[in-house]
């Protein structure tokens, strides 16, 4: 990641205070350093370290609006400002365009909408990881016992998923 442009440093007080542990959290610390703010940024990430993109143009901009919305309800209670007008402008009723005025309506179909939404992007971006890393270390032979079970372990997901549809029949 360094040689793409990504820091991958650890301030030592942190290198220390994990140091028993430092092996199994490197990825958190380095992680929670990187900016994962827009679909771009995030696909420019895992491009950098796997070779892979979470989002496809149409995710991308889906995600984008998920996070346009979750700002407005967080930073201004919902209530319209004149710059999520301007984002959201094609997506607003001309009625209720009102600046600090009018707020957005988030139904409950939306919620489950949104919430699928999330869950197919994390899933597919589980196993495109995975499989991405399993080709990686394969190829350079590397892949230890270890590793292969952590791999496996990362599709737990798609286990749990698999075993559900067997169920019910409709899947999660």
């Given at each position: 990641?360094?040689?793409?442009?990504?820091?991958?440093?650890?301030?030592?007080?942190?290198?220390?205070?994990?140091r028993d542990t430092l092996r199994?959290?490197?990825?958190?610390?380095?992680?929670?350093?990187?900016?994962?703010?827009?679909?771009?940024?995030?696909?420019?990430?895992?491009?950098?370290?796997?070779?892979?993109?979470?989002?496809?143009?149409?995710?991308?901009?889906?995600?984008?609006?998920?996070?346009?919305?979750?700002?407005?309800?967080?930073?201004?209670?919902?209530?319209?400002?004149?710059?999520?007008?301007?984002?959201?402008?094609?997506?607003?009723?001309?009625?209720?365009?009102?600046?600090?005025?009018?707020?957005?309506?988030?139904?409950?179909?939306?919620?489950?909408?949104?919430?699928?939404?999330?869950?197919?992007?994390?899933?597919?971006?589980?196993?495109?990881?995975?499989?991405?890393?399993?080709?990686?270390?394969?190829?350079?032979?590397?892949?230890?016992?270890?590793?292969?079970?952590?791999?496996?372990?990362?599709?737990?997901?798609?286990?749990?998923?698999?075993?559900?549809?067997?169920?019910?029949?409709?899947?999660?």
């Amino acid at each position: 990641m360094k040689d793409v442009g990504y820091s991958t440093d650890i301030p030592a007080e942190e290198a220390f205070e994990f140091r028993d542990t430092l092996r199994y959290r490197i990825g958190f610390l380095i992680g929670q350093r990187l900016d994962f703010g827009t679909a771009k940024k995030i696909n420019a990430l895992y491009t950098a370290v796997i070779k892979t993109t979470p989002f496809g143009r149409s995710e991308a901009n889906q995600f984008d609006r998920l996070l346009r919305d979750r700002n407005l309800i967080v930073h201004h209670g919902g209530t319209y400002t004149t710059s999520y007008i301007k984002q959201a402008f094609s997506e607003i009723d001309p009625e209720h365009r009102r600046p600090h005025g009018d707020t957005i309506e988030i139904s409950v179909d939306k919620v489950v909408e949104t919430a699928m939404f999330l869950k197919v992007i994390a899933h597919s971006t589980i196993v495109a990881s995975s499989n991405k890393l399993r080709a990686m270390l394969s190829s350079e032979n590397t892949m230890t016992t270890e590793l292969e079970k952590a791999i496996d372990a990362m599709q737990w997901w798609s286990e749990k998923d698999n075993e559900q549809k067997g169920k019910d029949g409709q899947g999660v």
